[in-house]
């Protein structure tokens, strides 16, 4: 169903197809949004429930079938390389961006009642958050990669950054002209957020979600950066060390940069750093498009692209929390924005910007 998350229609819709016995055997599959808060996902879960078991309802979301994010499992649980240094003792910062160039187009009806926000953090970012964290699952099988990111989704907080505001949200301008789009509106069309997950293994490691429409451009990214060295050798005003970093393009490009200090400068005896490219694109493997994948995925029944209700009532709850942050003086908080002043607009008002 990719409907309206509309408890009464999708009411109709599973009594009718009961009614008409078509259920029995049968896979509901659920396009995004599922519920609006997390009473109402809570609401339309258990209805649902009296239909479905919880294994024939297929909650998708389509970042989980775009090619890069599915090779995340392989970066992360397939080079043991990695795995010793995934985690506060090594990782400084994790950024995820998802910024697209349009803007709401003629979807203000539904963007009113959502905004950037339920539009895409509940889902795609918290998403990709929790398969950058999690721990190793068990297996590959859906139940345990569920119950691997469940956990993540379990502990996620908003950053502590000290007098500063962990969200700071924008509009673009232009928005309130937009069909359907109330002329006073407040809906945010951008977000930058930091939230932390509470544990042992990354307690004290921001994660900085940013993601709004009319941005500079369409990128769809995820940027580890480690911590320096120590005891580096290298003086770093000097020599600029570089932190080593992770670069998953997801979108457009689909390719992992990895940034290593690898070249010595015999003349300035500094450490040059190097970015080496995986590419995806040139190589023999076709990409296709997420819903390609998606809809693979369900014929075969595979639910890798799926979430389930824990994950999303985990995330509404963060989400409600986060609203309700912002209910408090949104008119004062929300800034208009172009994809040129946005920059300086940030540096004033999010908590963890880095410039690039
Ligand atoms: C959808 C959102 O889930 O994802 C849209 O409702 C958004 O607002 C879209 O434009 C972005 O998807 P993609 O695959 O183009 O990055």
Redesign the pocket.
């Known amino acids: 169903m990719a409907i309206p998350s509309d408890f009464e229609l999708i009411k109709n819709i599973v009594e009718g197809l009961d009614y008409h016995r078509l259920i029995k055997k049968s896979v509901i599959v659920l396009e ?1 949004p599922f519920g609006f808060d997390y009473k109402s996902a809570k609401k339309l879960n258990n209805f649902l429930l009296n239909f479905f078991p919880e294994k024939m309802i297929y909650r998708i979301d ?2 989980l079938a ?1 090619d890069l994010v599915q090779d995340i499992l392989a970066l992360r649980f397939a080079n043991p390389i990695f795995v010793p240094i995934w985690n506060n003792k090594y990782i400084q910062d994790i950024t995820i961006n ?1 910024w ?1 160039k ?1 803007g ?1 187009r003629n ?1 203000g009806q539904y ?1 009113e009642g959502s905004g950037v926000i339920k ?2 953090i509940q ?2 970012a918290l998403q990709l958050l929790a398969l950058t964290l999690m721990e190793r699952p068990k297996s590959l099988s859906y139940n345990d990669i569920d119950l691997a990111k469940t956990n993540i989704f379990k502990k996620i907080k908003l950053y502590d950054c000290g007098r500063r505001a962990p969200v700071a949200i924008g509009q673009y301008e232009g928005y309130r002209q937009e069909k359907y789009v109330d002329p006073k509106s407040l809906v945010e069309t951008f977000v930058s957020m930091v939230l932390e997950v509470d544990d042992d293994n990354w307690r004290g490691v921001p994660i900085h979600i940013v993601s709004g ?1 009319k941005m500079a451009k ?1 990128t ?1 990214d995820i940027i580890v950066n480690f911590k320096n060295i120590e005891h580096c050798f290298w003086n770093q005003d000097r020599c600029q060390i570089k932190n080593n970093q992770i670069r998953i393009n997801i ?1 457009p490009h689909n390719d992992i940069h990895l940034q290593l200090n690898s070249e010595f400068d015999p003349v300035s005896k500094c450490a040059i750093p190097t970015v080496l490219r995986f590419g995806f694109e040139d190589n023999k493997f076709i990409l296709k498009d ?1 819903y390609e994948n998606a809809l693979q995925d369900l014929f075969c029944q595979d639910r890798f692209t799926c979430t389930n209700s824990s994950e999303i009532l985990l995330a509404w709850r963060l989400i409600d929390r986060i609203m309700k942050l912002l209910e408090l003086n949104r008119k004062e908080k929300l800034f208009i924005y172009n994809a040129k002043n946005l920059v300086k607009i940030l540096e004033k008002e999010s908590c963890l910007v880095k410039k690039e």
């Open positions: 995004k389509h970042y775009k998802i697209e349009g709401i979807r963007y539009d895409m889902n795609h429409k369409k769809t979108q997420s």
